[in-house]
């Protein structure tokens, strides 16, 4: 029984969701259909690569995740080329979705194997690729087709890199990749890479206004009195901003992109 997640901005409150999952068991009857999200922030693609990024290794190996993120037009322009499709192999998983810069901020290093679709979309009206062209795809490699049949090997691939944080001198710079429903900050600081750059020493953190600076790390968010600020490694290993029982995002007015400055002392 194959395993295949969705990953999308079309939210919940409109009928396309239900169309994809209708089509989907109708093409592979017997799949195990599972939501990742779909209140992805329309457009969004640093958005859902962080999701997809800590969540796909929990999955079995083999697992076939769809991923669709509109294009912004309001970026693009109305009459920018839509993106290619895109499906790639990368840690025994299988990923299916557009050429928008987004695989690129998922794997690491170059063992991805990937294939630029080539698949005849039934009919070219379609808005939304992930209910024909994806579907077909992921019906494809469910059925044992290797992926080179679906369309033309590729090395070339859109690129983005917003989730490696950079050190210049003392100084690790990141920024906030992710906001929870709780209002927490997700930074793209990993806590492997402050531990390598710290060695020890004491820290300054600044999060936008440097009113906001930390200079300690919690293990718990109770460690601080209610209302207070904290910082702390989540469990996806990302060093976190945080406001115990309160919303960091509301309150501190920092949000997807803000900076995060990390100092550390000779």
């Known amino acids: 029984m194959p395993v295949i997640t969705l ?24 799949a195990n259909v ?10 969004n693609t640093i958005h859902a690569a962080f ?20 294009p912004d037009e309001q970026k693009e322009g109305p009459f920018a080329p839509q993106p290619q499709h895109l499906i790639m192999q990368y840690n025994n998983h299988y990923f299916i979705g557009p050429d928008n810069g987004l695989f690129s901020m998922i794997i690491e290093g170059d063992d991805a194997e990937i294939v630029r679709l080539e698949i005849a979309e039934l009919d070219d009206r379609l808005s939304l690729p992930i209910q024909d062209l ?16 679906l369309g033309v090997e590729t090395k070339e691939i859109n690129e983005k890199s917003m989730f490696r944080a ?18 927490n900050l997700h930074t793209n600081i990993s806590e492997e890479y402050f531990n390598k750059i710290a060695k020890n020493r004491t820290f300054r953190i600044d999060i936008g206004n440097s009113s906001y600076a930390l200079k300690d790390i919690n293990r ?6 209610q209302g207070e600020r ?37």
């Open 51 to 70: 999701v997809l990024r800590n969540t796909y290794h929990f999955f079995p190996e083999g697992s076939i995740h769809l991923v669709s993120v509109k």
């Open 220 to 225: 718990w968010y109770s460690e601080v009195a």
């Open 230 to 266: 904290l910082a702390l490694f989540n469990a996806s290993g990302l060093l976190e901003i945080a406001i115990n029982q309160g919303s960091a995002n509301k309150l501190l007015g920092l949000d997807i992109l803000s900076p995060v400055r990390v100092e550390f002392n000779d």
């Open 34 to 43: 599972i939501d990742i999200s779909h209140q992805i922030k329309a457009y």
């Open 166 to 183: 950079s050190l210049s001198g003392n100084v690790l710079q990141g920024i906030i990749a992710h906001v929870d429903q709780f209002g």
């Open 7 to 30: 990953t999308t901005d079309l939210g919940l409150s409109d009928h396309y969701v239900a169309m994809i999952k209708g089509k989907l068991l109708k093409m592979i009857p017997y």
């Open 134 to 149: 994806y579907v077909r795809a992921a019906a494809a490699i469910s059925h044992g087709e290797p992926m080179n049949s």
